[in-house]
């Protein structure tokens, strides 16, 4: 499977026609439910201080997330969702070459340009997985950053724990590994990694989290990297001051104090993930298993049938299309729009 992200294109006004009106927004992979009742009490309890600065750089968000991670707070820098300690971590190692798979998460090639930094991408292999042979081959004296993603974006396809831990001892120490588990809460437990052991044996590499697809807190943006020592520091560097809202700590807190209603949600989206899965195969349309609250549907047509029937997705220029999971209504209308497409 061989998919490039999609370039803009300029429609022709001679032959514009009139938007299908957008009825569905499956395009971002967002949480389709509100955030949970009690980190919404949370937040809106935080905001009577809205008038005050939060911490000049925070210092209690990275010790509520390392206490339940069981990590040092000095191990968590955190930011403006993924996206931004993303951001954090390229300016921190000034310039050089950002080796990824393709495709992969949007952000990816923006902000390497953003950081001044060459795109190495290296297609996926048959499978819709990242090719961690052909990757490990790409690490050269420029390389800068490597980026993983598991469950990786757009397939949802996994890397197997035993591959990731043999992909990171080839790797040499002075290239940091950045592993993106935007979307760990998805996978099952035994498909989680030990980080405490991959942090201690790769003093290299950096875990990738956020609080936006699982815990359904995309507008706050909050998210986080776990690592170890100079590396981290260098990070922390980047840090904006002033730029974690003290509703943050709010929201985190409760989103951990409500573990049990977090996991009743998650089972809820995989549940109709794997239904509508199944849907869509009987009607040939070959769906890969997905790990993460999305699902990758291959082309040709799928994205413009989607498109016809006013369903918002991320489109492919091979006519394939990721979209988001979880609200059944969603689904069967999804189902709707291409029953009839193979």
Do not use: W
Request: proline share 8%; net charge positive.
């Amino acid at each position: 499977m061989t998919v490039r992200l999609v370039e803009p294109t300029t429609p022709s006004h001679r032959f514009r026609t009139t938007a299908t009106p957008t009825l569905f927004d499956l395009g971002l992979s967002e949480n389709p439910f509100a955030p949970l009742p009690s980190v919404l009490a949370a937040v809106t309890a935080a905001l009577i201080q809205a008038n005050r600065y939060p911490e000049f750089l925070p210092e209690e968000l990275p010790r509520v997330i390392a206490d339940h991670l069981g990590v040092s707070p000095d191990d968590v820098v955190v930011g403006a969702g993924a996206t931004g300690v993303a951001m954090q971590v390229m300016r921190a190692l000034d310039g050089g070459e950002l080796l990824t798979s393709t495709p992969t998460f949007d952000g990816y090639p923006i902000m390497a340009e953003m950081a001044g930094m060459t795109l190495v991408p290296i297609p996926l292999d048959s499978g819709g997985g990242q090719d961690l042979a052909a990757m490990r081959r790409a690490v050269n004296r420029r390389t800068s950053l490597v980026v993983l993603c598991r469950p990786h974006n757009p397939t949802g396809t996994v890397l197997d724990a035993a591959a990731v831990r043999t992909f990171l001892a080839a790797i040499p120490h002075r290239v940091p590994v950045l592993l993106d588990e935007a979307y760990v809460e998805f996978l099952d437990p035994a498909d989680r990694l030990d980080i405490h052991t991959l942090l201690r044996r790769h003093p290299n590499l950096l875990i990738l989290r956020t609080f936006s697809k699982a815990y359904g807190l995309a507008g706050l943006r909050i998210g986080y990297c776990v690592g170890r020592g100079k590396l981290v520091e260098r990070i922390r560097h980047q840090q904006l001051p002033f730029g974690t809202p003290t509703a943050s700590v709010a929201a985190v807190r409760a989103a951990y104090g409500a573990g049990a209603e977090l996991r009743d949600r998650v089972d809820r989206i995989n549940g109709e993930r794997d239904r509508l899965r199944i849907t869509l195969r009987a009607c040939g349309i070959d769906v890969p298993a997905s790990h993460a609250n999305f699902l990758y549907l291959p082309g040709p047509g799928v994205a413009t049938a989607l498109r016809r029937a006013g369903i918002k997705a991320k489109a492919y220029p091979d006519g394939s299309a990721r979209i988001t999971v979880g609200d059944p209504v969603a689904g069967h209308a999804v189902h709707a729009a291409l029953v009839d497409l193979r």
